[in-house]
């Protein structure tokens, strides 16, 4: 309660949560805020400027980019979440295992995520998308596998790191068995680094999935998500900017939100950095 | 420090081998048969055939992967499948371009990000660090892709300032290059320098707070001093690792400010493949991007060894 308060009285984290809101709001009822149909063409209205008719204008297929932008909130938001929920809990699970049982398991499991994270994020990324194929769960699997390693990490760091408490071996002393400490004392004190950790990265996969499909490796158009608006957008910069220029301010605002609540919930739940 | 050094680089071996492995495994997990998924479903079953002989599909996984090894590691990756050139060499020409879009980035995000760290930092709770603050984070928020877009829209559309297409290799005329570097190189240096700025505004704040700097201050120092002689060396300790560790955003973040501007890169390269299906091509360069980022982070971790007596004695 004390952190939910400390949490509403920043005017960040309160200016985050609204424009993720905005975000999820857009996506989830997309068809009730949208004024045309997202894949309609028409082509004697293309290349419409924004107007009352088509508040962020249309593209040049006569479509209208508010309503796709709309519709693309769901893809990009269901992509992204979906990644990082799988990579955290797989992740999550597997740092735990390492960080627990030691030895072996522990050296081999870190070294292949010291290999997954030689390669360059993004790169890995279109790598392994390109050779499923494009398509939504092509992209999911990727982002998963990029994302992995990096909470892997970052749980079995927190374990070891609480571990050394004197709380953890004052249980184990009083003879609770490894699943009750993992599971009642060692479990809530990471869960704080890992939330804060995953709305890093869940903005990080927002923008990570409009690079992809900006680069024609995500969902296939005619539908709609934003990196592939504003890759159509891109032959048109001269004539029709605001197909490009609409869909990534969604990106930006969006990102922005999730960074603004992440940086609140790391004040909140670690009263350290305050 | 010279064994240290030494049993660092020995570390490289594996990491490489595992690298490779990976690569490889890249062209292995295409689900179906790579030699229909290449040539079309209504290829002629000779010519399939043919195919997976040249590929070396007919051989176990393993025997397939060492083969490849040896090759690689004479610096033979194979041949692309459309243009019948080897494809080491086609991404060895391309390199020098998205090297120098990260270098060229790195240091327009070193510029910016350490400035506006320190004034954030000195200043802190002030109106100027409340502006620093929430720019940095706009910055970082930022998809560096559409940045580009909005600067071709500014300076290459409206002013004029900037081509908007065309190239001139660098080692043909280097200045006249340059011109196409600027734009994808602050697009790309922008949105890192947000994530510099917060970094640098962090760690020069818990430096500030360190007893040596209280020390410094009581002995009458100028606030000046302090913080450019005192405090700031130590402050910029952790940019050297995080500037490393950028470089490999960097890369995957210029192929994708490559396809914007439509410069001759590796991003550029990988993205044609990639629409081609071109996969030899799609492998070697992950492979070489992956190896010049661990290559990369290798000197980090040994810049930081000379930089900090700390690691260089333990």
Not at chain 1, 168 to 195: F, N, Y
Not at chain 2, 206 to 233: F, I, M, N, P
Not at chain 2, 247 to 276: H, K, M, W
């Amino acid at each position: 309660m004390e952190r939910l308060k400390r949490f509403a009285q920043n005017p960040l984290s309160i200016a985050g949560a609204v424009l993720l809101l905005v975000a999820v709001g857009a996506a989830v009822f997309a068809p009730l805020l949208a004024t045309h149909e997202p894949m309609r063409m028409a082509i004697s209205e293309r290349l419409r400027p924004p107007s009352a008719e088509h508040l962020f204008g249309t593209d040049v297929y006569g479509r209208d980019i508010f309503t796709r932008v709309l519709y693309g909130a769901r893809i990009s938001l269901r992509v992204a979440a979906l990644a990082t929920l799988l990579a955290l809990t797989c992740g999550t699970l597997i740092g735990l295992i390492a960080g627990f049982v030691g030895g072996t398991v522990d050296t081999l499991l870190m070294r292949a995520t010291d290999v997954a994270l030689a390669f360059p994020g993004l790169l890995l990324a279109i790598g392994i998308s390109a050779a499923l194929g494009t398509g939504e769960t092509s992209i999911v699997l990727a982002l998963w596998f990029v994302y992995l390693p990096r909470f892997a990490r970052l749980a079995r760091a927190a374990v070891m790191q609480v571990r050394q408490n004197d709380f953890v071996d004052a249980a184990r002393a009083l003879g609770a068995k490894p699943t009750r400490v993992a599971a009642r004392h060692v479990g809530p004190s990471i869960v704080s680094p890992l939330v804060v950790q995953a709305s890093v990265y869940f903005s990080e996969m927002i923008l990570a999935e409009s690079a992809l499909s900006f680069l024609g490796l995500g969902t296939p158009p005619p539908a709609p998500t934003w990196g592939n608006i504003l890759s159509e957008g891109r032959d048109f910069m001269r004539p029709a900017p605001w197909i490009s220029v609409f869909p990534g301010l969604f990106i930006l605002l969006t990102v922005l939100g999730v960074n603004l609540l992440g940086d609140g919930l790391r004040d909140t739940l670690d009263p350290r950095k305050g | 420090m010279l064994t240290v050094a030494l049993r660092r680089l020995l570390t490289l071996v594996p990491v490489l081998l595992a690298i490779s492995f990976v690569s490889f495994l890249l062209l292995a997990i295409i689900p179906g048969d790579p030699a229909v998924m290449m040539l079309g479903a209504d290829a002629p079953p000779p010519a399939l055939e043919a195919l997976r002989e040249r590929l070396g599909l007919d051989r176990p996984f393993l025997e397939r992967f060492l083969v490849w090894l040896g090759n690689a590691a004479r610096g033979d990756l194979g041949a692309s499948l459309y243009q019948h050139r080897p494809v080491a060499q086609m991404v060895l020409e391309r390199l020098p371009v998205t090297l120098m879009i990260c270098l060229l980035a790195t240091l327009i995000s070193l510029a910016i990000g350490l400035v506006a760290g320190i004034v954030s930092a000195v200043r802190r709770n002030k109106p100027i660090d409340h502006v620093v603050r929430i720019v940095s984070l706009i910055g970082l928020s930022m998809p560096d892709f559409w940045l580009g877009l909005l600067l071709i829209l500014l300076f290459s559309i409206h002013w004029q300032v900037f081509p908007l297409t065309g190239f001139v290799p660098l080692s043909q005329d280097f200045l006249g290059s340059l011109r196409f570097f600027v734009l994808p190189s602050f697009a790309l240096g922008l949105t890192l320098a947000g994530f510099l700025t917060r970094l640098t505004r962090a760690s020069l704040l818990e430096v500030l707070s360190a007893d040596y700097v209280r020390t410094a201050r009581s002995k009458g120092l100028r606030e000046r001093v302090v913080v450019l002689r005192h405090a700031l060396g130590t402050a910029l300790l952790p940019l050297v690792t995080v500037v490393g560790l950028n470089f490999g955003r960097l890369l995957g973040g210029a192929v994708v400010v490559e396809s914007v501007f439509s410069l001759p890169g590796v991003g550029r390269l990988i993205v044609l493949a990639i629409s081609q299906r071109d996969f030899p091509v799609v492998q070697a360069a992950v492979l070489y991007v992956a190896v010049i980022y661990t290559v990369i982070n290798l000197l980090t971790d040994l810049s930081y060894m000379v930089l900090d007596p700390r690691v260089r004695y333990a």
